[in-house]
């Protein structure tokens, strides 16, 4: 149905019914969108084009744009619609985006706020501070250049700051002849690099929004194209699912007493959804109680849900101020005093390691040190960047729109979950306690147990590794095997342990000396000292590799079976035991199988909430890109899955 179809119907539907129209325009939905590219992709123009040809653009607008094209132009035209969004005189005269540029408009589905943000690499906290509110990003792509250095740059930053919904709008389509094969070419080369950002929903759109062509009208010269225009797909992109209905997070902003008899607790709902007489729980204290009664903008209802302004109260008289979360019992956050997060930063005065700053948390503000800063992250090339030293992974200081990992310590505990789950909870800045100024936006991905630094060097300097009078070869003889470790890795559920106790059965039984380490084993002794996170789970899997590197070294077989959900961990235990020695058997069974499984009611405990950072549910999973051995579980019995391993021992004269 083409525009102008759709405005008649629009008309009847006007003069039939006004009410229901009225009532329509009044509920419609709001979509925030980001434009990012390149400088002169033709982001500024895309976004006038757009006002322009859906009339969204009032006449003495018009007549001004028309009489500064003359001036600033660069098109050539009598109408520049980059004009539209470069309101700045420095962007006018240099014919660039420096600051973020809003504009709002809507049609008949759907309201919008487009943010245009500049491209230069030295403006990426404007373009961070642009997209952390936006559900869809448009990543323009100029057809001439294809995807370059730039387009990964923003894609990355998009990535990182949850957008789930992309539009690669292929531009300026008029200077390669409208070429199909050049925009096939684009889609192609994007895919490629993308596929490990996160994204759920890419589009590619060719267009031309010099011309107009595919923003608001399909044009004649892209007839090989059948998909949606821009604007056709902005007003119907599915964002109802973004939204996080399943985690209630209420933090307080206002303690309100009216009078006597009454004592609310307001705050704008962050995420979920909160009921009349749902359990509740005060964090960090963790009282409880029930909600008693809930107001609106219009007085009482029996519900609300993210993002309403509220106020509740409750039925018990419990200790609740500005800065505590009100939670369901069920489904708690974290709580705690450090946490690591991806920061950007945003000021002219580096960030400096063991700095004391301020952390602007939802409704709370707490002294912070900037403890350790991991690693920079290369925006272009997505690659980390660490410190020159070989002495130590850590770097000192972020520079002005440098982005890093790092580690943040707080004088008080707070309750937060990691930025994925919940951008409101997951999210802070950081503000410098001197002079009051944001210097940088945060993002929270997992909490910190353990300091890497204290796991790279032993804490006794005066050691010297001592070498014994037996070698390998005579403990070869002596137990007819060569020391090897089986490396079982995949979800829980999978059957990994099942595996392995059917392996050490069979090795036995053929006269082989073998031993597992299982995962919960170690944890009740070796490792009991161990939390979840991520720098404990890295240590967790370092201990594991030495002991197994020994027992390899004494001969033994060594069946490990462990999640170890990361790459790099079990790239570390690939190092630590030697190439020769280690077999990574990737046992594969897909989430949803090991969830029906779940031998051990984790995974509906982790889904209550009551499991934090469980692998699958809350943290990720990292598949092997190469394994010796894989093994589907859900079409492999465990006896045939031993056999199949014992066959690649002897394969590799481990046994005979």
């Not at 094209?69 to 660039?96: C, N």
């Not at 058997?585 to 779940?598: H, K, L, S």
Request: net charge negative; glycine share 6%; hydrophobic share 35%.
């Amino acid at each position: 149905m083409n525009n102008s179809t759709y405005k008649i119907q629009e008309e009847d539907f006007i003069r039939e019914n006004i009410t229901a129209y009225l009532n329509r325009h009044e509920t419609k939905d709001m979509l925030r969108i980001l434009t990012c590219g390149s400088v002169d992709d033709g982001k500024s123009t895309l976004i006038g084009r757009l006002l322009y040809d859906s009339h969204m653009i009032y006449e003495d607008q018009l007549e001004k744009i028309t009489k500064d094209s003359k001036v600033y132009g660069t098109t050539d035209e009598d109408f520049d619609p980059a004009l539209l969004t470069d309101g700045l005189k420095a962007e006018r005269e240099q014919g660039i985006t420096i600051d973020v540029a809003y504009r709002y408009f809507s049609t008949d589905k759907r309201k919008f706020i487009i943010a245009d943000c500049p491209g230069h690499e030295q403006y990426t906290r404007n373009m961070a501070t642009g997209a952390s509110t936006c559900n869809l990003a448009t990543i323009l792509i100029d057809a001439r250049y294809g995807v370059i250095t730039q387009t990964r740059r923003h894609s990355f930053i998009c990535s990182l700051l949850g957008i789930k919904h992309i539009v690669v709008a292929v531009n300026k389509m008029d200077l390669v002849d409208w070429s199909e094969d050049k925009f096939n070419q684009i889609v192609q080369d994007y895919n490629a690099f993308v596929s490990r950002l996160g994204f759920s929903d890419i589009h590619f759109i060719p267009m031309s929004a010099l011309k107009g062509d595919n923003v608001v009208e399909h044009g004649e010269n892209l007839y090989w194209y059948d998909g949606p225009t821009f604007l056709h797909h902005l007003e119907n992109v599915n964002i109802s699912t973004d939204r996080n209905l399943i985690d209630m997070r209420l933090p307080v902003q206002y303690v309100l007493r009216q009078n006597l008899d009454f004592r609310g607790f307001s705050g704008t709902m962050a995420s979920g959804v909160i009921h009349v007489g749902d359990e509740v729980t005060s964090l960090p204290s963790k009282k409880q109680s029930k909600i008693k009664e809930i107001y609106g903008a219009d007085g009482k209802i029996e519900q609300a849900f993210a993002p309403q302004a509220i106020t509740v109260t409750l039925e018990d008289e419990i200790d609740v101020s500005r800065g505590n979360m009100l939670v369901p019992v069920n489904n708690i956050p974290h709580i705690g005093n450090e946490f690591e997060a991806m920061l950007i930063w945003m000021h002219e005065d580096p960030a400096q390691s063991g700095k004391s700053y301020l952390a602007k948390h939802t409704s709370s503000m707490i002294p912070c040190v900037l403890s350790d800063i991991r690693y920079k992250v290369d925006v272009n090339t997505m690659s980390r960047d660490k410190n020159d030293s070989e002495q130590t992974e850590t770097v000192y200081s972020l520079e002005l729109n440098e982005i890093g990992r790092c580690h943040i310590t707080l004088h008080r505990p707070i309750a937060f979950d990691p930025y994925e789950k919940n951008h409101s909870t997951g999210a802070f800045i950081i503000v410098d306690r001197l002079s009051n100024v944001t210097v940088g936006a945060g993002m929270i991905v997992d909490r910190i147990v353990s300091k890497p630094e204290h796991l790279k060097t032993p804490v006794s300097q005066n050691i010297v590794k001592s070498e014994s009078l037996v070698s390998a070869e005579d403990r070869q003889i002596l137990l007819n095997q060569k020391g090897a470790t089986i490396w079982l890795t995949g979800f829980s559920g999978s059957g990994k342990s099942t595996i392995a106790l059917q392996l050490e059965k069979e090795l036995i039984k053929q006269g082989q000396l073998c031993y597992i380490l299982d995962g919960d084993n170690v944890r009740h002794g070796l490792n009991r000292d161990l939390g979840f996170s991520m720098e404990d789970r890295k240590e967790n899997i370092r201990r594991i590799a030495e002991v197994a590197a020994l027992m390899n070294d004494a001969g033994m077989i060594v069946i490990s079976s462990f999640i170890s959900p990361y790459l790099s961990d079990r790239a570390e235990a690939r190092k630590v035991i030697g190439e020769e020695a280690f077999i990574e058997v990737y046992v594969d069974a897909t989430i949803e199988t090991c969830e029906q499984r779940d031998p051990k009611g984790l995974y509906k405990k982790a889904r209550a909430g009551e499991i934090l950072q469980f692998t699958g549910i809350s943290d990720p999973y990292e598949k092997p890109e190469a394994s010796e051995i894989t093994i589907n579980t859900e079409c492999i019995e465990p006896d045939a899955a031993a056999l199949l391993i014992i066959d690649n021992l002897v394969s590799q004269e481990f046994i005979r």
